[in-house]
């Protein structure tokens, strides 16, 4: 039996990630009761009924009042005006967090409006699928994965401490860096894979010489890999890119020039060069699935049975 | 019961692609014998113990002799030479086929080394996974995915529906067109993304301001994703870049055109570009779904037992 570690946690935002806290926290067994409060009233009543929480507010003051956490889980374009809102609310001593993909932004919005006492706690659950809304919300979604904890200075270490514990309960690994550093790597590891994904399904949409049915058809060849974090939630995307931009145009410029830099193998035939990165790229692969982060089994582990299926359907 | 399409199917290389069509078309009941060659005794010998044929040779030429049909499943770099090696020891009107993922260069390579009443229809069948070699080689790759053929002018017609049939035998769907547009159509919907997708992989892996370690840690945020394709065999890919020049360098001119673009609009700040064109890739993929050619499951049905074992095992 696992200990409370928040008797109220007020969840600002029930969407995957929102949702997919409350319903590990549940399982964990770390919190008393859980208030949700989101801008949409339909999204609210469909996290009512799947049961997400204990309680449901459109006032977001009123369910961060007497909480002991609160999580944002809003794309990082709002958490200003958010935390402007809930500031007056919070209770002194309580711990507040959030989940965007971008930290040092996070920081500069939330900040000025904290009062003295709370406790600030920038969080980004490393973790998600291409599908968004309460209903894609599930319990193992943080196991195994990473959350990065980016306390600001002054930050009470126990504050961090208790929230990496939280996070750990959910089935995560906690590791604590600089907001800076963390949006250096994300950019990396996830900002500008989502870039060129996106990028590479609008090109392929817009050719002229090739129809969109062909694209669709003959997607297994590699393309359909890109469409899967292409269909990500656009309004968390479009606020990542601005929220992100010096990091993501610093990675955006190294792989624009290594780019550059196979373009010309190809176009004068430099086979050795192509061969040799080729073969570079299959230890980091080997090394990701050994670090537990993605799975050997071949081609995702796609399931089998609904090509078939979809093939009955023909 | 299926009636055999081939009393004797020679297969020139036994990897991937070579190993699951002997498994495909044995499960079919549609080949009499199946003769292998290749030119490595190791991976010979390894296609006998995985049962993969009925006769195995490293010499091509005894593999093709009296063959109905013969498939090169060895990279396009490769199928001049080995067409120039059998041309001699092909039954008059066997129809010789191919698997290569790059066509008019094949057609170039092949078509002056073959005899006169030799029916020659080059072949793509779009599927595949990261693995590559014999091992690796299952009977259920080619279901529901696709097979183009690009038969030159003056080929049996008649040779072409044969081949036709044996490949939706193999579970595949079946589609003509010319090598040009295959190459046109392939590069925008498997080339380029496996060259963006070892060109990020790349760029990853040489930051000094990122550790490797921390970009395999954080993968789970996008980057994993590129991985697979990035760890497709080397030599195949090299080749398929060396032989699709004129149509690789076409889109992915496009790509960069539109990825300079999205760049703007970070560097200026222009969210409706980037929530326009975010919005619109969605559906590409649900076409892709309806399309059989993808799972709707979420995260590609990643299989989330073997993040958990990954984890007890830490």
Redesign the interface.
């Known amino acids: 039996m696992s200990e409370i570690i928040f008797q109220r946690l007020a969840l600002i935002g029930i969407g995957l990630i929102g949702g997919s806290i409350a319903l590990a926290a549940r399982r964990a067994g770390v919190v008393g009761h859980v208030a949700v409060s989101t801008r949409s009233v339909d999204t609210l009543a469909r996290a009512n009924e799947l049961n997400l929480g204990d309680s449901f507010h459109v006032d977001p003051v009123e369910a961060v009042r007497d909480a002991d956490c609160v999580i944002l889980c809003i794309p990082v374009g709002a958490v200003g005006a958010a935390t402007a809102t809930i500031a007056g609310a919070l209770k002194p001593g309580a711990i507040i967090s959030d989940v965007g ?1 971008v930290k040092a932004s996070v920081v500069a919005q939330m900040k000025p409006h904290l009062p003295e006492g709370v406790q600030f706690v920038p969080a980004h659950p ?6 968004s809304g309460p209903d ?1 919300a599930f319990a ?1 979604l943080f ?4 959350c ?1 904890l980016t306390p600001p200075p002054g930050t009470d270490p126990q504050a961090v401490e208790t929230l990496a514990v939280f996070w750990r309960k959910l089935g995560a690994n906690v ?1 604590t860096m600089t907001p800076e550093h963390h949006d ?3 950019a ?20 002229e ?2 129809t ?1 049915s ?19 939630d ?2 968390m ?3 990542v ?2 929220n992100n ?1 010096e990091a ?2 610093e ?2 410029g ?3 020039e ?2 550059a830099a ?2 010309r ?3 004068w ?1 430099d ?1 050795d060069t ?2 040799n ?6 230890a ?5 699935i050994a ?14 049975e ?3 299926a ?2 009955e ?2």
């Open positions: 993909s490393v973790a998600g699928t291409e599908y894609a193992s196991d195994n994965r990473w990065i590791e250096l790597v994300l990396i590891t996830s900002h500008v894979p989502h870039l060129i994904a996106y990028n590479i399904v609008g090109t392929a949409a817009d050719l010489t090739v969109e062909e694209v669709m058809k003959f997607s297994a060849g590699g393309f359909r890999d890109f469409t899967r974090i292409a269909a990500s656009p309004t995307w479009r606020d890119f601005l931009r993501v145009l990675m955006l190294r792989f624009n290594d780019l196979l373009q193998a190809i176009r035939g086979g192509l061969f990165l080729f073969t570079r790229t299959r980091i692969r080997r090394g990701i670090a537990g982060q993605e799975t050997a089994v071949a081609d995702f582990g796609r399931p089998h609904s090509s078939a979809a093939k359907e023909d």
